[in-house]
């Protein structure tokens, strides 16, 4: 009885319903499903608090100090004459991931970068006093053992990556802008 | 060898060992249903439709939600202020509940109307009643999850009626809660509570389609399947009538959602629970309103929660109430009658619940309690036992097939059809009474430009009422839910927004000393409260707390026509009324007596775009700017709305015309 129904109908009248039923349905509910994704997205307070303004000027040579963005730590450090030419001695090529130290800096002073070792996460080692700093004079992430230099260059280790750089700006000579 | 015959080879390596594929085609695909079915038939699927969004929704939503006391609130107002989308998921969800007993309701009304109750599908009838408690449950803990008055005070009423039990009442009420009132701990085991039983839900549900399926769908006339002319395959006839009711439907759930999506609800609840303070009426969803009416009914405390759960459990004894051997009304002359006054007695329940505890509502609550009973205990044994039913057609394919069928052919869908439209106009009036009577409260209605199905707000407008605030009302006033980043959307630029942020101070810390600063407040700030503490607040303004401004149209009845009112209603104090120290006389404050003194008056601001400033249209403009706090998701949500329902009415006829070209044969 049932058969006979189906078959009776004009035939492509009735597949062209489907199809435009099937079509117009299926397009819904994917499109349905965008909300409910992008609600796991950052939301507008989080997203509101993706920069922060630092005041660099309490920051003497040699010091750095350790930030919060975006709920990692952000490594700031006033670098010393020697140190900004250690890290602009260093042959690139022969570098892992090469990159000259100035493009990891805006200016020679003030290396900014994120604190978290690329190997796997964990905050290396070097910003307060008495820290390890390595092989290289720079930073030591204690989990796995990569060492970074005054760059914050992986140089040893199984880091594959240097410490990130985030965009930043200098909104004056003191006060810098990051994110 | 082709694609689909590797499909198929791989379908049937599955089926062999798993037979998930063979047991959906039976269930879903061949199962083969009375062709006779009406569209009252159709709400068994919604309510599985709705119980896959409330867990869809329900889980998104959860993971945003905070249980905790000092946090739920805000992180409600969080979702529906900062997280993507969180307004709709949350509207979604919380008129869902609604929508969902709107559904399972009229299942159930089906149920009772056609018999399907009676031998052999008792059992399919005592799973569904269980689901139906469960969903009880599960909705009275969802709506103490927000945090807001209704949510604590509910909390404690309901858990309150346990308190009945002799003996051990107050022990269990202790357990509930875990503490010494609807505390932490409750809301905490509520979520929990909140999140599992929807999947037990589910279980459940499953074993009802499958009694469903063992004893075969009931059908409008009542009678057995006698063979295989009586039926059709699921699919695709009530596959696609199905779709089609969704699709229906969903347009009903949208305009709920994008136009009144708290017409169901208290305005109460949008303000934080107060354990100190409950609010002058107490009222259930509305889903609960007959049962709350008969527990209000009994004047003794244990016999009134006796009577409460023995409305629904009187519904498990249905197979014998009610012994006819005849299963449809249609062929019932006096049950239908007696259907159609008893569905009226549920209304004027839910009416008499909804009213306050006074005359003449006890009196008409009480009235319809006896009769709900009367219905069940007397009318329904003396009806199976001496009603003359009418003739019942020799099979279902008889009468669908037959052009002179007899006169239920026409009838059978027709029986609940008209007397639903009869119940339809009289809802209508049991919503329009109220709007009715809100008259009498003198209101100032007001033309908004947010009102409508385009409303949109208007940027100069809101500038304006912003103006307001930080020049009146934030003397006073907090709106802790706002942060200088949200004003952006009144039209300011970001360098705008920010320069306003710098012109407040805000109290940051500790620095590297442990001591507190302060700096100039950034855009992600929150607007300053002009009191360190509530306590302070209440110090400052003759021991009342100025109300946090944030939500406050939302939270109020009467919406922005009520704060305006409230703020141009300040009249001098009649002789015959007397006013306690320091306070003023206001038309529309409920009681008269507000400790706000009058602060709007002609001229007291100057608007920098000339915009008429009498006070009339000062309180206009700082309504519309309280307004757009509460609701900042408005012209969006109207956006969306128009969009999905243009969207939904041609999906909709698309499912129609298809269902009408695979129905062509059958009819």
């Known amino acids: ?179 | 060898m082709t694609a689909p015959g590797r499909l198929n080879r791989a379908i049937d390596w599955i089926d062999q060992r798993l037979p998930i594929i063979t047991l959906m085609k039976h269930s879903a695909v061949d199962y083969p249903t009375p062709r006779n079915l009406n569209y009252w038939w159709n709400f068994g699927s919604l309510a599985g439709f709705m119980l896959v969004v409330m867990i869809v929704t329900g889980l998104v939503l959860a993971m945003q939600f905070t249980p905790h006391v000092d946090m739920a609130f805000n992180s409600v107002e969080r979702i529906m202020r900062d997280v993507n989308y969180g307004w709709l998921i949350r509207y979604l969800h919380m008129n869902g509940a609604s929508m969902f007993f709107v559904v399972v309701y009229i299942h159930v009304f089906r149920g009772l109307y056609y018999g399907s109750y009676k031998p052999p599908r008792e059992l399919l009838w005592w799973i569904g009643l269980v689901i139906l408690l469960l969903m009880m449950a599960t909705a009275f803990m969802g709506y103490v999850l927000p945090w807001g008055q209704m949510s604590l005070w509910g909390a404690t009423v309901i858990t309150n009626l346990f308190s009945a039990v002799p003996v051990v009442g107050d022990t269990i009420v202790t357990l509930l809660w875990g503490g010494f009132s609807v505390d932490n701990p409750t809301l905490n085991r509520f979520f929990v509570l909140h999140f599992l039983l929807p999947f037990v839900i589910f279980g459940v549900v499953v074993l009802h389609v499958w009694a469903l399926h063992s004893v075969k769908s009931n059908n409008p006339l009542g009678i057995d399947i006698k063979g295989p002319q009586d039926v059709i395959p699921f699919h695709p006839y009530y596959t696609v009538k199905d779709l089609f009711g969704i699709g229906v439907f969903l347009i009903v759930y949208c305009v709920f959602v994008f136009w009144y999506p708290n017409a169901l609800g208290h305005p109460d609840n949008y303000i934080q629970a107060n354990p100190m303070v409950t609010p002058p009426h107490i009222v259930p969803e509305w889903y609960f309103l007959p049962f709350y009416a008969i527990l209000r009914a009994v004047p003794d405390k244990l016999a009134g929660v006796i009577a409460m759960f023995a409305a629904i459990l009187i519904l498990f004894a249905l197979p014998w109430l009610d012994s006819c051997k005849v299963r449809s009304g249609t062929f019932r002359p006096w049950f239908k009658v007696a259907f159609w006054v008893f569905v009226i007695d549920c209304f004027v329940l839910g009416y008499a619940g909804a009213k306050p505890a006074e005359e003449p509502w006890i009196l008409m609550g009480r009235l319809a309690s006896g009769y709900y009973f009367l219905h069940f205990l007397v009318i329904l044994p003396l009806l199976s036992k001496y009603e003359k039913t009418r003739p019942l057609p020799e099979s279902i394919g008889q009468p669908v097939l037959g052009g002179d069928a007899p006169a239920p052919a026409g009838g059978h869908g027709g029986g609940l059809a008209g007397g639903a439209k009869v119940l339809l106009a009289l809802a209508i009036l049991a919503v329009a009474t109220p709007a009715l009577a809100n008259e009498e409260t003198h209101l100032r209605k007001q033309d908004w430009s947010w009102q409508g199905v385009f409303g949109t707000y208007d940027e100069a407008q809101l500038r304006r009422g912003y103006q307001v605030y930080r020049e009146v009302c934030s003397a006073c006033h907090a709106m802790h839910l706002i942060s200088f980043r949200n004003v952006g959307a009144l039209g300011y630029t970001e360098d705008a927004v920010k320069q306003i942020a710098g012109s407040y101070t805000v109290t940051d810390g500790p620095d590297d000393n442990g001591d507190m600063f302060e700096r100039p407040a950034i855009p992600s700030d929150r607007f300053p409260s002009p009191f360190p503490n509530e306590n302070a607040a209440k110090a400052a303004n003759g021991g009342a707390l100025p109300p946090d401004l944030s939500l406050i149209v939302k939270a109020r009845e009467g919406g922005p026509d009520y704060v305006f009112s409230l703020i141009t209603g300040f009249a001098p104090q009649p002789p015959d009324v007397e006013l306690p120290p320091g306070k003023y006389y206001n038309t529309v404050f409920p009681g008269h007596a507000i400790s706000m003194p009058p602060q709007i008056t002609d001229g007291a601001i100057e608007f920098p775009d000339g915009a008429p400033n009498n006070a009339d249209a000062i309180a206009r403009d700082v309504t519309a700017f309280l307004q757009w706090a509460s609701e900042p998701e408005l012209e969006e949500r109207h956006a969306m709305g128009v969009k999905t329902v243009l969207f939904l009415f041609a999906a909709t006829a698309l499912m129609y015309a298809l269902k009408r070209r695979i129905w062509a044969k059958v009819h």
């Open chain 1, 1 to 179: 009885m049932a058969d006979h129904a189906m078959n009776d109908a004009p035939k492509s009248r009735r597949d062209f319903l489907f199809a435009a039923a099937a079509a117009v349905g299926g397009a819904g509910a994917v499109v349905a499903v965008w909300p409910f994704v992008d609600s796991l997205n950052p939301a507008a307070d989080t997203r509101a608090m993706s920069s922060i303004e630092v005041d660099l000027a309490p920051i003497a040579v040699g010091q750095a100090i350790t930030v919060k963005w975006r709920g990692k730590p952000v490594f700031i450090r006033h670098r010393t004459e020697e140190e900004i030419k250690a890290a602009q001695a260093v042959v690139v090529d022969d570098l892992r991931d090469p990159q000259p130290d100035t493009a990891r800096v805006q200016k020679p002073d003030w290396l900014i970068m994120v604190g978290v070792c690329t190997h796997l996460g964990c905050v290396p080692l070097g910003q307060k006093a008495g820290d390890p700093h390595g092989d290289f004079g720079g930073w030591f992430c204690p989990c796995h053992g990569s060492h970074y230099d005054t760059s914050g260059r992986v140089r040893k280790g199984p880091a594959p990556k240097n410490l990130a750089v985030p965009q930043y700006t200098f909104l004056s000579d003191t006060q810098v802008r990051i994110g």
